[in-house]
C-alpha cells in the first residue's frame, strides 16, 4: 500500500465510498510489516470501531487486493494472510509459531530477475516464494 491518501483517492476514482471504518483498516494496514489476516484486522479496528462487522473488513481486504494495494498471501493453510509492501518478495512461515516474515537476501537474487522477465514467451507479471520452515526462536 503506498499510502491513505493514494488510496482513498482510488476508491473515489472507482465511485467506492470513504467511511471511517475504510479509513481506520487503510491506517492499520499502510506500514504492517506482520502480515495480518482477516481476522486480526477485524480485531484491530473493533477496538476503534465497535459495530463494523467482519464483512465489512473482509470486503474491504478484497477490494484493496483487486486494486493491487495490497497482496493476498496464502502460505498459511489455516488462514490467508495480508501484506501491504506489494512489490516482488520471498516470506518466510515457521511451522511452529506461524510467523510471516520478509526474506530479501540481495536484490540482484534470481527471483527478483525472474519475476520481471519473459520465459519461453510467457510473460510474468508477479511471482511469489515462500520459504517454509522453523523461526530462530522456535529452533531453540
Known sequence: ?????????????????????????????KDDREHPSAEDIYKRVLK??????????YKTLQTLRDMDEIRELSINPERVHYDPATDDHIHTF???CRNIE???????????????????????????VYLTGICEDCSV
Open 1 to 29: 500500500m503506498k499510502d491513505v491518501e493514494t488510496t482513498i483517492e482510488k476508491f473515489r476514482q472507482t465511485g467506492l465510498k470513504i467511511t471511517p471504518q475504510r479509513i481506520s483498516i487503510f491506517n492499520l494496514l
Open 48 to 57: 476503534i470501531h465497535p459495530s463494523i462487522s467482519f464483512t465489512t473488513v
Open 94 to 96: 515457521c511451522t511452529v
Open 102 to 128: 520478509d526474506f530479501m537476501p540481495d536484490h540482484s537474487c534470481e527471483y527478483l530477475e525472474l519475476a520481471s522477465s519473459k520465459i519461453n514467451g510467457f510473460h510474468v507479471q508477479s511471482a511469489e
